[in-house]
């Protein structure tokens, strides 16, 4: 039973340990490609005739690298997260809280306006054909160029801070939950919706009772893919503001002083925060799934 289970385990973690560790073997054949020209160009300045083995050696070392080693970059994450205070402005930690706050609130309100949007879709024949075209081309705009726009109309009647990076939140995480939530909306069958209106029910029972109980696995997939779309929206909303706390301003601040090791190490931190958003739905999911006597992935 346990080298059974054993043996499932290594099956499982052998293939992801494999693929990181050749990750990680290119990553730092890349660093040295890239970070060669500088160390060796210093290296010699200073008057010596360095080896092979001392070049690799310091373009795994530098103070600003082209691309950071892969040690660099946890020696700084464990500094910034572990070795600081939470509240200090140097806390990934800290940086990551006020990030993840604008994120769940533009999730919570990409939510409602997506199910919101569904549902009237679903209802009314005039806004499928009127409404979702747009819906579908408001995703073709580059949010680049929209977030600019959303903090200067916000900051002009008083909306500033949290408020603005959560509408781009929004504007980008209501999407996915609409075409998923139009997608469960429709997806009983149509005997089901049959019998629902031979029993003369109406529009609200049939949604309340039929339509949104087989929406419900749609829904949760569709809301993984929108609280990790979230977070981007949330860090791309705190590029033009000029934040000083956020993800987002770890990484601006990084690039205006050359202190890509701080970026990176403020990328893999949002990795992180974006993996437990996703993984908190899923686990939402089967406590949901699992009360209603549905099994994850049935649909």
């Avoid at 340990?17 to 990680?24: D, E, P, Q, S, Y």
Wanted: net charge positive.
């Amino acid at each position: 039973m346990k080298a059974g289970l054993a043996g499932a385990i290594a099956d499982r973690l052998l293939p992801v340990a494999v693929v990181v560790a050749l990750i990680i073997l290119a990553w730092y054949a890349l660093a040295v490609a890239l970070n060669w020209p500088q160390v060796s160009e210093r290296l010699h300045k200073d008057g010596g005739n360095p080896t092979i083995s001392q070049i690799i050696a310091g373009t795994w070392s530098m103070e600003r690298p082209v691309l950071p080693a892969p040690n660099q970059i946890v020696a700084e994450f464990v500094k910034t997260t572990f070795e600081v205070k939470v509240t200090a402005k140097k806390s990934l930690v800290y940086h990551a809280g006020i990030t993840a706050s604008a994120t769940l609130l533009g999730f919570a309100l990409g939510t409602l306006l997506g199910i919101g949007l569904a549902i009237g879709i679903v209802h009314l024949r005039t806004l499928d054909r009127s409404l979702m075209p747009w819906i579908i081309a408001s995703q073709t705009v580059p949010i680049l160029a929209i977030a600019p726009m959303i903090i200067v109309v916000l900051g002009n009647i008083g909306l500033t801070g949290l408020v603005p990076k959560s509408i781009i939140s929004m504007y980008l995480c209501f999407f996915p939950v609409t075409i998923g939530m139009v997608k469960g909306l429709r997806s009983p069958d149509p005997m089901q919706l049959d019998l629902m209106r031979s029993y003369n029910a109406s529009a609200a029972q049939i949604l309340w009772k039929l339509r949104l109980p087989a929406s419900v696995p749609f829904l949760f997939a569709s809301l993984k893919v929108a609280v990790a779309i979230s977070l981007t929206g949330a860090i791309v909303g705190e590029l033009p503001t000029g934040a000083s706390a956020g993800l987002g301003a770890r990484l601006l601040s990084g690039s205006y002083y050359g202190q890509t090791v701080q970026i990176w190490s403020a990328l893999f931190m949002a990795a992180f925060l974006g993996m437990a958003l996703v993984y908190s739905i899923g686990g939402i999911e089967r406590l949901t799934l699992g009360a209603r006597g549905q099994a994850v992935g049935a649909r």
